[in-house]
């Protein structure tokens, strides 16, 4: 969308062809509903937040950024709010509210929306130099949908010639894609013979080994901090909330590191996952607690110990970690016995052994290789009137409102750059 209003306020005539029967599918599940369409920070802390390939993004942010993006939205009727970690999101709490922006400035612009249109092909000729785009082919309506109408290298593959000078594909990634987000993008890049980086589900739940862990499936933890080793190599440390599911962990902290894992779970890789359950306190401040709670509870079965220290539905999986009988009585633990409930409380452990697949994961990581693209317009380097937005493109970032941030930039690069 932002792609299209760039090249139409440019001065070309735009048409968007979108498969779904209406706009921004996915805008709309964004932010739990509310949206959170990019983040306060200085814009310049967004190369940090950037997982994969952050320097190609540096003409797109800087050129458009969170400040020219939230002036666009205001002029285009969006009532804006700042959130913790500078997140922002519609006034109104409702995602739908920034799609509204987007096809009201798809209008002042003179965009052609072509809606249930989904192109199946892109069609190229001979040229000079390189070889040029002449158009796509779309399916329409019921067709769109049906699978007999793939993505197609077949000249006779039916459906209508839309003839252009250029082309911008911004068809997105691979998860969710009951949002209209299929792959089509590196399809296209397949027939043209454009690198594509390996697709892998990113800020994504994970799977873990333990039995114990599913035991606790609905408890939310606050303020812990989750650090994950591969090996010796720390890949990951954070502080936050994390949730356990029925098939391992999930939560803010989790899909943040999430995509810190992703290539090497892929490879077969497993990582450790420790989680300190009481970051405010150091080991001697736990064991003087634990001291206390022992004097407190001393004629009460081990069964009991954890009460009052970690949230119920631990408390049986941290007491069964300690291998201690539940019928001993607490007065009776030793001082090595209390020494081994610290390091349990500081460094509850789990292994990492896969993530949830494309269906769960709020990004796609890979895509078009950073390296066929030029980073200043956006355009393919390998073809003439071919560029690529969004998240088709192999970037993505931590959550917080980077990664719509960097498809609007793409897009509106991309748009823009239009000679
Ligand atoms: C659950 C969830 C929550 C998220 N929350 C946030 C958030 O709060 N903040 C944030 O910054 N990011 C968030 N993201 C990520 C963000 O939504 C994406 O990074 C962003 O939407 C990518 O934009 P895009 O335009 O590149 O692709 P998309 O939004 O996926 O749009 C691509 C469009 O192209 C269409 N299309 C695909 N193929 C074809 C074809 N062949 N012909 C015609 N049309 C086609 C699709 O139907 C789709 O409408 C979230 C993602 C998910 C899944």
């Known amino acids: 969308m932002m792609a299209a209003i760039a090249a139409a306020e440019a001065g070309h005539r735009t048409v968007l062809a979108e498969q779904n029967e209406k706009l921004g599918k996915k805008l709309y599940i964004t932010g739990k509903g509310r949206g959170n369409f990019t983040n306060a920070a ?37 009532k804006w709010k700042e959130e913790r970690g500078g997140r922002i999101f ?6 739908s509210d920034v799609t509204k922006a987007l096809t009201k400035a798809l209008q002042r612009a003179g965009v052609e929306v072509r809606l249930n249109t989904r192109v199946v092909r892109i069609v190229t000729e001979k040229g000079d130099s390189a070889d040029r785009i002449s158009g796509v082919r779309v399916v329409t309506e019921r067709r769109a949908k049906d699978k007999q109408y793939g993505v197609t290298q077949n000249a006779d593959a039916g459906g209508e010639f839309l003839a252009a000078d250029h082309i911008i594909v911004a068809t997105g990634g691979l998860s969710y894609p009951a949002t209209g987000s299929t792959g089509d993008g590196f399809r296209f890049a397949e027939a043209l013979d454009i690198e594509t980086k390996t697709a892998y589900p990113a800020l994504v739940p994970l799977e873990t080994a333990e039995d114990d862990i599913p035991q606790m499936q609905g408890l939310a933890l606050k303020n812990v901090t989750l650090t994950i080793s591969g090996g010796k190599k720390k890949v990951y440390d954070g502080f936050g909330e994390l949730l356990f599911t029925h098939f391992g ?7 943040s590191a999430s995509s810190r894992l992703t290539k090497g779970l892929a490879e077969g890789k497993q990582y450790k996952a420790v989680i300190d359950l009481k970051p405010a306190l150091t080991e001697q401040m736990l064991d003087e607690r634990l001291q206390r709670q022992i004097a407190e509870y ?8 954890f009460e009052g220290l970690v949230p119920r539905k631990m408390q049986k999986v941290l007491a069964g970690r300690t291998q201690i009988e539940p019928e001993r009585k607490i007065g009776s633990l030793t001082k090595d016995e209390r020494r081994r409930i610290v390091s349990l409380l500081k460094g509850f452990s789990f292994t990492v052994t896969g993530t949830r697949g494309f269906s769960e994961a709020i990004i796609t990581q890979g895509g078009i290789a950073v390296r066929e693209i030029d980073p200043t317009t956006m355009y393919a380097k390998k073809y003439k009137g071919l560029s690529f937005a969004g998240e088709v493109i192999d970037v993505d970032a931590l959550t917080g409102g980077f990664n719509l941030q960097i498809a609007f930039s793409t897009g509106y690069l991309a748009g823009s750059s239009i000679a």
């Open 90 to 95: 519609p006034e109104s709490d409702h995602a």
């Open 298 to 305: 001393r004629k009460k079965d081990f069964s009991h110990f």
């Open 42 to 78: 200085d814009i310049g802390d967004f190369f940090d937040k950037t997982v994969s390939n952050s320097k190609f993004l540096y003409s797109a942010l800087y050129g458009f950024s969170n400040q020219s993006l939230l002036t666009f939205f205001e002029e285009n009727g969006l």
């Open 249 to 255: 962990v999930s939560g803010p902290l989790v899909l």
